[in-house]
C-alpha cells in the first residue's frame, strides 16, 4: 500500500503521549497514529472479524467434531 506523509502540529504534551504510548507498545509514533485513526474509523474491527471468519472457515470441521453436539442444543451429558 503506499503511504502518504501527512504533517501535524500537537502542542509538546500530546507529542510526549503519543511517544511514550508508541514506545509502550513497541512501535513508531507513525505506526501508533495510524492505528488509532483506523480504530476510529473502524477499519480495525472490519479486519479481525474478517480474519476470525477466515479462521472459522479453515477449522469448521474441527470445531464440528469437539462441539458439534453442543452446537445442535443436545449438550450430551448435560441437563
Not at 23 to 34: D, F, H, K, P, Q
Request: hydrophobic fraction near 35%; aromatic fraction near 8%; avoid cysteine.
Amino acid at each position: 500500500m503506499a503511504k502518504t506523509q501527512l504533517n501535524v502540529r500537537v502542542d509538546e504534551g500530546t507529542a510526549r503521549a503519543a511517544r511514550e504510548r508508541a514506545l509502550a507498545r513497541g512501535m513508531s509514533v507513525n505506526r501508533y497514529i495510524e492505528e488509532l485513526v483506523r480504530q476510529d474509523t473502524g477499519e480495525v474491527g472490519h479486519t479481525f472479524v474478517e480474519a476470525a471468519a477466515d479462521f472459522m472457515k479453515q477449522y469448521e470441521s474441527v470445531f464440528a467434531e469437539d462441539f458439534g453436539a453442543e452446537r445442535e442444543g443436545t449438550r450430551e451429558g448435560r441437563h
